[in-house]
């Protein structure tokens, strides 16, 4: 009887070494997915941001197709492009990190698009802007000097349709240039006018240019509505 025992004792203990076995690969299986599972809600969480501001982008987009440049050529394309670039590439930073313009915290987008009216062009608001503005010169400026370089290269081409196609290239990348010292021309005069307290308002009516036309437009002059009696006028009158 005591042998039977025995055996009996020494048969459980596979079953239990098995079972703590199946308990360990569980918690190790668990574990190994625990990061899968955190990056693929990271990713999700990514994606549910840049759908936002492709989102805010397409509402940004409709009050720039009116605008124009100041030199007669309609660039409101461009315009919606740009706005659209900057709220992807900066609404998810600009929502987990803060940015310190001059010694104040910039809003977030969200934070600025919620603003009561009567908060319209305080100092965050202004700091926003000139965040903004100052990395779109900066940025300017940096395709200028990128221009610079490629016309300063003198490698020869002798295929003849190889060469015709680097200068056609090379023209269009100094129109391209043309174009955007306009624009950074313009840049620079609205951070002027923010240093003199007179950005965000209309030149011709004194009223509030508004946070969306600005955030699609940031060198704008003009409110939506006076942007369009304007055009309005060109057209009944010429230029």
């Not at 990056?39 to 805010?56: I, Q």
């Not at 987009?61 to 660039?75: F, I, R, Y």
């Not at 060469?163 to 391209?176: D, K, N, S």
């Amino acid at each position: 009887m005591a042998t039977k025992k025995k055996t009996t004792v020494e048969t459980d203990k596979p079953a239990k070494t098995v079972k703590a076995v199946k308990a360990t690969a569980k918690t190790t299986a668990a574990k190994s997915a625990a990061p899968a599972k955190a990056v693929k809600e990271a990713k999700a969480s990514k994606t549910a941001a840049c759908n936002k501001a492709l989102k805010e982008a397409a509402e940004l987009a409709p009050l720039v197709q009116s605008a124009k440049d100041g030199t007669g050529e309609n660039t409101s394309v461009e315009d919606a492009q740009k706005a659209a670039e900057f709220l992807m590439n900066n609404y998810e930073k600009n929502s987990e990190e803060k940015i310190i313009v001059d010694g104040i915290v910039i809003p977030t987008q969200a934070e600025l698009l919620n603003m009561p009216e009567s908060d319209y062009m305080n100092e965050r608001q202004q700091a926003f802007f000139k965040h903004l503005l100052r990395e779109r010169e900066a940025q300017l400026r940096s395709n200028a000097g990128a221009t610079a370089e490629h016309l300063r290269d003198n490698t020869i081409i002798p295929d003849m349709a190889d060469r015709a196609t680097i200068e056609e290239e090379h023209a269009l990348e100094l129109r391209t240039r043309d174009r955007e010292r306009k624009l950074l021309k313009k840049v620079q005069e609205a951070l002027q006018r923010l240093e003199k307290g007179e950005y965000g308002w209309c030149e011709e009516t004194g009223d509030p240019i508004g946070i969306p036309r600005l955030l699609a437009r940031p060198t704008a002059t003009l409110s939506l509505e006076a942007q369009q009696r304007r055009e309005l006028r060109q057209k009944l009158y010429g230029n």
